[in-house]
Structure formats: C-alpha cells, structure tokens
C-alpha cells in the first residue's frame, strides 16, 4: 500500500531591494551647523533653527555640540536620519549645514564634475 502525497515546495520569494543603512555626512569639529531644537526642519519665530557648534564627531550623529548661548547637546542625528521618524529619537533634535556650506559642497561638487569630464576629454585626443 503506497499513497503518494505530494510534496509542496516552498514559496521562492523575490528579494526585496534593501535600502543603503543611511550614512551621515561628513562634518568636522568646530564646524558652525543648523541646530533643530525638535528634529524637524521648522523654523518659525516660535521654534528658529539655531546656530551651533560641533564639539566632538560621531559615526551617526553629531557627538556633542553647543548652540550659541552655551547649551550642550549630545547624540543629534542628521535631519535627514532615517531614525528621526521615530519621535523618540527626536530628543537631541537634529542638524543640518549652514546655507553657506551647502552652496560650497554643491560649487565642489561642480568643479569636480567639469574636471572629471575635461580629463575625459582630454584622453580622447
């Protein structure tokens, strides 16, 4: 007596695309950046966005910082942290560069690229 079962084969699942873990950008000590007080890009008169200080780097998230009138700060993300959607990590509020400092990435990142394709055309000759 033999009854034959069939064997169900698992579901092959297609990979869902992961996300790149978000890298924050560089920024060194002593550097003036945009301090959010509550993790949020808004600045009103009730709620300004403040100048700080870098004091000490971390891999994640700004160390240590001082706003201008002296207040530490410790463990502030990126504003762009993925992490600041959850409300409690909002706590330390966020940073973001000064408008001078994006202007000047984004000039660097010009130049470069008009370097990048002079040199290409340069080994085309």
Known sequence: MSSATAE????????EPTAA????????NGQQ???????EKVDTAQTPAEVAFVIKCGQKSI????TTDGFP?????HIDDPRLKNANFRSAGAWDFIEEEKQQRAFNDQI????AALEEALKKK
Request: proline share 11%; glycine share 6%; net charge positive.
């Open 21 to 28: 873990p978000f890298v924050m950008p560089k920024v060194r």
């Open 73 to 77: 700060v410790e463990g502030v993300p």
């Open 112 to 115: 470069a690229a008009r370097v």
């Open 63 to 66: 160390t240590r910082l001082k």
């Open 8 to 15: 169900k084969k698992p579901e092959v699942k297609a990979e």
């Open 33 to 39: 950046v945009m301090w959010y007080r509550y993790g």
